[in-house]
């Protein structure tokens, strides 16, 4: 059996080209298995993962937890508002107690970036990363590159514009290595305020100007502002905002061509994406959400595959 380089999702950074495809390889079988009558496979019976959630979290809790009761593992959640990490308790001792219930496997999603890494280092158990802070967020960037490649079949060559809030956005770090592994070309489309200074060191072009970027992008990836990262006034007003790097009907048609359109969730609708572009032929948002469970389903297995415990 093909295994991954490495035994941990810690970011898209430390993975090479063939994880990916091997990665995407498993998600498409396991793709198949969900659109069954019968949507779980025993695989992973003998395998107990933890979900720690630091972070609220609606879409990326669901899809793992999902994922791993069709592979048929055992499942524990937690979710820090409930816990003592409010009474003082660390990161590591808080993990240290979870493991000491025979948990194989942690997702963690977490405010501080780095946080993933800082746990394989200090933990003994296999890591995935659901996103630390403002840093990576992989399994995102993984559905969105699988999403992509459903549609078109490759990569290489293709135009993709990240447009929103890249300074704050941890989806869009881990798509720009994704994307530029797998051979495509990447265009980040933000207000100056919120694009990083040093981001073009990344091999991207920027620009600040929708309309250009959407005329010269394959699809565009349109991420939220991430209100909750932002401690003063990044662009004078939403309504503003939305003017500039909203993207509506009109804009869309004034192309003449046709664009795919991704989104991570949650959309604000209104804001970065208009109702009438979020629901039209043209988005592949709902797409994104299914094979996000797929994707996920192919990480956890194949991280277990290296663990030593049984895999039916
Ligand atoms: C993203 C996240 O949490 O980083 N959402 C997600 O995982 N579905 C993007 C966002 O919150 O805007």
Not at 57 to 64: A, E, I, M, Q, V
Not at 100 to 106: C, F, H, T
Request: charged share 20%; proline share 4%.
């Amino acid at each position: 059996m093909k295994t991954l380089s490495v035994s941990h999702l810690l970011g898209i950074k430390y993975l090479q080209l063939e994880d990916l495809h091997l990665i995407f390889e498993t998600a498409t079988h396991f793709k198949e298995v969900i659109n069954r009558p019968i949507k779980k496979v025993p695989s992973l019976r003998d395998i107990t993962i933890a979900n720690l959630f630091f972070e609220n979290s609606t879409r990326t809790k669901l899809s793992f937890e999902l994922a791993e009761k069709r592979l048929s593992a055992d499942v524990i959640n937690f979710s820090a508002a409930q816990s003592s990490v409010k009474k003082g308790e660390t990161l590591i001792d808080t993990v240290n107690n979870i493991l000491a219930m025979k948990v194989d496997m942690v997702v963690i999603r977490h405010p501080n970036p780095g946080a993933a890494h800082f746990l394989s280092k200090h933990v003994k158990s296999c890591i995935i990363n659901a996103g630390d802070g403002t840093h990576e967020h992989p399994t995102q960037a993984l559905l969105d590159a699988y999403s992509l490649l459903e549609k078109w079949g490759d990569l290489k060559g293709k135009r993709i514009a990240i447009v929103g809030d890249i300074l704050h956005s941890r989806v869009a770090l881990s798509n720009i290595y994704a994307l530029q592994m797998l051979g495509a070309e990447v265009r980040l489309c933000a207000p100056k305020s919120l694009l990083p200074k040093h981001i073009k060191e990344l091999g991207v072009s920027t620009s600040y100007d929708l309309e250009q970027t959407l005329r010269w992008c394959d699809a565009a990836n349109m991420l939220r502002v991430q209100n909750e990262r932002m401690d003063l006034g990044y662009f004078p007003s939403t309504r503003e905002y939305s003017q500039s790097f909203g993207l509506n009907g009109n804009l869309l048609k004034k192309l003449r061509k046709e664009i795919v359109i991704l989104h991570p969730g949650p959309i604000n609708r209104g804001v970065e994406i208009t109702s009438e572009v979020a629901d039209s032929s043209q988005a592949i948002i709902l797409d994104q959400v299914e094979n996000g469970v797929a994707i996920r389903m192919a990480i956890i297995y194949l991280l277990a595959a290296k663990l030593n415990i049984p895999i039916q």
